[in-house]
């Protein structure tokens, strides 16, 4: 019975301190939803939930410091991780000089993302490129492809870094 009665003061205290705290993003809010059932979140009563909500809340290094987690920003660069939802088009350049791909090619990106080719792919007897434009965009059943400014031939990759 305390368990109970902690976790609903817990939650009636969330609530009425919702208005002071708006920028207070709740955990499962934060995670992505594959982080959250990892970390084992999913299993927990919505009483047991809101105690964890509000001892965050309370205990966050960050509280009051007006600092907000922003989720947007952090998907932005877990794109095309394993372990990311996010799924947006990604336009950078190559990093030096450019003469084509075969085999397992790594691709270096000026943003400071590394990909690399997943699947036997050609793109040949092209002239040397400094720098090119590549754009990287979402495929089919969470793959990625890439395809350089320019060229119709794309390489299906993976995000190393």
Known sequence: MPRIFIAFVCAFSLLATAAIAKEFSSVEEQMSSRDFKA?????????????????????????????VYDRK????????????????????????????????????LENGQEWRMVEPSE??????????????????????????EGYNTFAKVERIK
């Open 39 to 67: 970390a084992g979140l999913d299993k927990l009563s919505p009483e047991e939930l809101a105690a964890l909500n509000a001892w965050i809340r309370t205990n966050h290094p960050n509280s009051g410091s007006g600092a």
């Open 123 to 148: 793109l040949s007897g092209i002239k040397k490129m400094m720098n090119p434009k590549v754009t990287i965009r979402p495929g089919l059943l969470g793959g990625w492809r890439l395809t350089v």
């Open 73 to 108: 920003a952090d998907d932005l660069v877990r794109i095309g991780f394993e372990d990311s939802d996010a799924r947006e088009v990604i336009v950078s350049n190559l990093i030096g000089e450019f003469k084509g791909w075969s085999g397992g090619y790594l691709f270096k």
